[in-house]
């Protein structure tokens, strides 16, 4: 559960559930952490949000992206995403 405004994952992250409400910044460890093949997903539980979920690319930071960029945003109602990590960068799927 991501219950708080900043959290960081780590090679043992691979189901998260947002029910933090408002702005919401998700720090992804670099693909290399947790190895070629890691698969993360990313679930917003609160209905009503005002705000959006960052993920951002950023542990450490400058070495590794998401879809070529720095950032994924999530906003609407009760969005997910999936992820994938090629050992460096990460991917949407």
């Not at 090679?11 to 702005?23: D, E, F, P, Q, R």
């Not at 679930?43 to 690319?57: F, L, N, P």
């Amino acid at each position: 559960k991501v219950s708080v405004a900043s959290y960081t994952t780590t090679a043992a992250s691979h189901i998260l559930g947002v029910s933090k409400t408002g702005n919401v910044a998700i720090n992804l460890h670099s693909g290399s952490v947790g190895g070629f093949g890691q698969v993360l997903v990313i679930k917003d539980e609160v209905s009503s949000r005002s705000g959006v979920i960052t993920i951002s690319a950023s542990v450490p930071a400058g070495n590794f992206s998401i879809e070529s960029n720095g950032y994924y945003e999530l906003s609407g109602t009760m969005p997910a995403i999936n992820l994938y990590t090629d050992g460096t960068n990460w991917f949407v799927y």
